[in-house]
């Protein structure tokens, strides 16, 4: 049985902590049933200020730098170049915060956690659309079960290369784990609410149309990754079925390269059992 944490370090929203509660119990079995992939024994959600998320998502920086000088052999060279991207990309949460609804990541301990601004999700006009919060929370579910499945092996490094994931790029990951997460929300939704919720439809603040600007998607969550990630996904369950899906998660030989995001039907050919 899951056990769900969910705690709200704003001290401001106990009733939304109580619904995200409650939700995940609810999406949990369908969010199972519909990926094939087992549920964590537990999972964490956080609610935070923006300056908590911010902090948090730099901690999370911080520990995936700390893993690698850790696991991999690095030289100083390769130490100060890594340190010098963290704090250069310490500037990026002021940026992208009011855009990201939650966040799935290893904290400072190493724990896996799901941070949430509750005042981004007011920007985003999330908190009056009960559909739009199962979604995020059924997204950020399927993150957790698909860290879960990939069983210690790390996808998030600043040495790919020294990981062994050679050519593989930020796009090609993020295309199927976003991807995927989009399509089994989608398939939640629709199942609770008898079609799929979009969160992108809310009205949004203007706070929120500052930040959505081209310059800033860039830097931060990719728009392409969860649309196009997720009828490509889509197409793969309906050809292979999601157990084909779920080999990914532990061989990365098996993620789309770019050329294969651009001509889905290449990657889905190749990935057949």
């Not at 990926?35 to 935070?48: D, F, N, S």
């Not at 310490?90 to 400072?108: D, M």
């Not at 999700?121 to 059924?138: F, K």
Request: hydrophobic share 40%; aromatic share 6%; charged share 25%.
């Amino acid at each position: 049985m899951i056990k769900i944490e969910v705690l709200d370090d704003t001290r401001r929203h106990p009733e939304l902590a109580e619904e995200i509660s409650h939700i995940l119990g609810k999406v949990a079995p369908i969010v199972q049933e519909v990926t094939g992939l087992p549920l964590p024994a537990t999972v964490c959600y956080r609610l935070l200020s923006p300056k908590g998320w911010r902090q948090a998502f730099w901690r999370s920086g911080d520990h995936t730098l700390t893993q690698d000088m850790a696991d991999l052999e690095l030289t100083p060279k390769e130490i100060d170049a890594a340190r010098m991207g963290v704090k250069v990309g310490r500037s990026l949460p002021f940026l992208i915060w009011p855009l990201v609804l939650a966040n799935t990541q290893r904290a400072a301990d190493g724990q896996r956690q799901t941070i949430i601004a509750p005042r981004a999700w007011r920007h985003a006009g999330l908190l009056a659309n009960e559909p739009a919060i199962h979604q995020v929370v059924a997204h950020e579910l399927v993150h957790h079960m698909q860290d879960e499945a990939r069983s210690g092996a790390v996808w998030k490094t600043y040495f790919p290369g020294k990981r062994g994931m050679g050519p593989i790029s930020r796009i090609s990951i993020m295309t199927v784990v976003e991807g995927h997460a989009d399509w089994v929300d989608r398939q939640v939704t629709t199942r609770l609410f008898g079609t799929p919720a979009d969160h992108r439809q809310a009205r949004k603040s203007w706070r929120y149309r500052l930040h959505d600007r081209p310059i800033i998607r860039r830097l931060g969550p990719s728009r392409e990754a969860y649309e196009h990630g997720g009828v490509l996904l889509e197409r793969a369950v309906e050809a292979h079925g999601s157990h084909t899906i779920n080999r990914i998660w532990k061989d990365l030989s098996l993620l789309p390269t770019e050329e294969e995001i651009r001509d889905g039907d290449a990657w889905i050919d190749r990935i057949a059992v």
